[in-house]
């Protein structure tokens, strides 16, 4: 029997990918300006094409929010109205404060719960009634040490492991086989990312050849997705799902035309 599915999205902007800030190597070490953040065409074009295509089904989603995002009125304003459009269906994650990849650095403890609170605190703010504290590490990899501060912060769900022996390299001097133990040593739940034949199906994946051939055999093979009024309970089970994710972002691909295809 298959797994049932819980559906994901993350809110990554141009700005805030690895290639351009945040992360130790791949950005050199760069900050990103949030007072300055504008969504860019191609994000705003995503929120549209998001909202059209949940209009076509009646699947429950969870947004992973970078929180200094919602200090922008333009992207407040897009992520409200769908959720007026959608209120019985749109769950909050948290995907960092300014999607540092903090598993590309040295362990800074006290630095990373300092943005979880900052985080935990905007997102919040903005809806408490949804977000729930369940969280995705910026730049998709989670290192050992970031699991027990986690849980001291509160939080109840990590979803930030690629389980694919590919992957390894990602994260940093560990693997994800160390991480999913300091993970369960913590009493984090972890949701990891959907994979098949060992190979990852989520994400960057879905666009990038081969790995794309195998994503959209996972994809168009899953399960029955969550109902929406039972996601909560069932995330924060000890039940067996799977966890698809992807970007808003990717719905301004091919002139907006791009849906995933379950």
């Known amino acids: 029997m298959k797994n049932r599915v819980w559906l994901s999205v993350d809110t990554d902007d141009f700005q805030y990918l690895p290639d351009v800030q945040g992360h130790k190597s791949r950005s050199n070490g760069k900050n990103f300006d949030s007072e300055n953040y504008y969504p860019s065409d191609s994000l705003i074009r995503g929120f549209s094409g998001f909202c059209l295509w949940m209009r076509t089904n009646d ?18 304003e897009m992520l409200a109205e769908i959720i007026e459009d959608f209120p019985d269906r749109i769950t909050l994650g948290c995907h960092g404060y300014s999607h540092r990849s903090w598993s590309s650095f040295e362990p800074d403890v006290e630095r990373f ?5 900052k985080s935990n605190e905007i997102i ?13 590490a910026p730049s998709g990899y989670i290192a050992p040490w970031m699991a027990k501060p986690l849980k001291k912060a509160g939080f109840v769900v990590d979803s930030s492991i690629n389980p694919s022996f590919i992957m390894n390299y990602k994260y940093g ?16 739940i972890e949701r990891s990312w959907k994979c098949k034949n060992g190979l990852p ?11 794309s051939v195998n994503s959209r055999n996972a994809w168009r093979n899953a399960g029955e997705i969550i109902p929406r009024e039972q996601v909560i309970d069932e995330v924060e089970s000890n039940k067996q799902i799977d966890t698809f994710y992807w970007h808003i972002l990717d719905f301004s691909r091919n002139d907006g035309t791009w849906v995933p295809q379950f």
Request: aromatic residues 16%.
């Open 59 to 76: 699947f429950p989603v969870t947004i992973f929010v970078i929180a200094s995002q919602l200090e922008n009125d333009k992207f407040r």
């Open 201 to 211: 199906v989520c994400g960057p994946a879905l666009f990038k050849f081969p790995l």
């Open 124 to 136: 919040s703010a903005f809806d408490s009634h949804r977000y729930r504290k369940w969280f995705r």
């Open 173 to 188: 001097s560990s693997n994800y086989k160390q991480t999913m133990t300091a993970i369960n040593q913590s009493g984090l």
């Open 113 to 117: 719960v300092s943005m979880l609170e």
